[in-house]
């Protein structure tokens, strides 16, 4: 079997030699038929999974994306004001479970935008 299959490869790379004018030929029109063919598949037949990919939208007109800087540093004080009025609740002993809760909420949000992790 595998001798076969060398003696025929050998046949066609001695025809391919001695007619490389056929066989670039025989390959341009091979090429070209599936060039078509593939273009024919495109137009007419369309993949359904096509651009189903969208890449991240990197600008906005938003302006939170234009001033992010700006409004870290808003959030920030939004969370350093409400930190002070939960540290006067404290000092008066008023504090409550969920209060605690949200002293971790806001610490870890507050570090979140300082150091960005």
């Given amino acids: 079997m595998e001798t ?34 593939s273009l024919i598949q495109g137009v007419f037949f369309p ?20 001033n992010p800087s700006l409004n870290n540093d808003k959030e920030m004080e939004k969370i350093v004001n409400e930190l002070k009025a939960l540290k006067v609740k404290r000092d008066q002993n008023t504090l409550k479970k969920e209060d605690s809760l949200r002293i971790d909420y806001l610490f870890n949000q507050y570090q979140k935008l300082k150091y960005g992790h």
């Fill in 47 to 66: 993949s359904e999974t096509a651009f189903k990919i969208r890449p991240p939208v990197l600008y906005s007109k938003s302006k939170m994306s234009q």
């Fill in 4 to 37: 076969t299959f060398k003696k025929k490869g050998q046949k066609w790379l001695q025809w391919v030699v001695q007619n490389p004018k056929k066989f670039f030929t025989y390959s341009m029109i091979l090429l070209s038929v599936s060039f078509i063919g």
